[in-house]
């Protein structure tokens, strides 16, 4: 992130009128919003996560609780349609089936992780790699992933590459502009659902 781009976020921290939920909400999720990913984690505070609700009703994003923890609430955003299409194709399919999904319908696969997530947050074991796909991650990363044991990555970015590591830098260097681009957006005063309709 540029220096310019920090200045903008620490004055943004101290000004009331500035809502941090969309702040967060940049920060977190700026390419799922701007059409890059299919899906994003965000975690926010549980005196907050009701104003992620209102932001994002009626936006074409979904919103499936994944998760809480130290006070804090962990989510899946996502664009159903492209989720659904994503794990259905054939290589993202034959992996889900790898990693002990019988049924890949997304709802199925949601609950499924969800729970092997939690399970993982309180025994820190068993670490649920599906997750990877069902944040969009190439299956060639998230196989490389699982096959290293995460050593070895060709570059580290969003998430570890194993496979096309400058396709994927130029990737996440959009990731980045696309963050710096809805702070700045934030900062003129243009307001998070506005920026979600223009998006979507």
Known sequence: MSRDTWKILKQMSMEESINQVEVELAMQCAPLITGMKISNLFSIGLDAYKAMYDILENSGISVYQMGLLDG???????????????????DV??????????????????????????????????????LGLILGYPPEDVEGFVSQQGK????????????????????????????????????CGIGMKEIISVCS
């Open 152 to 187: 070895n990555s060709l570059y580290t970015g969003y998430w570890k590459v194993y496979k096309d590591p400058e396709a994927k830098k130029a990737l996440f260097d959009r990731f980045e502009y696309a963050k710096e681009s809805l702070i700045h957006l934030l900062s």
């Open 93 to 130: 399919a034959e992996l889900l089936t790898r990693f002990g999904y019988d049924n890949v319908t997304p709802d199925c696969i949601l609950d499924t992780c969800r729970r092997r997530y939690q399970k993982y947050m309180l025994e820190k074991k068993d670490f649920p790699h599906e």
């Open 72 to 90: 804090r609430v962990l989510f899946l955003l996502y664009q159903e349609n492209q989720l659904t299409s994503y794990l259905s194709r054939k």
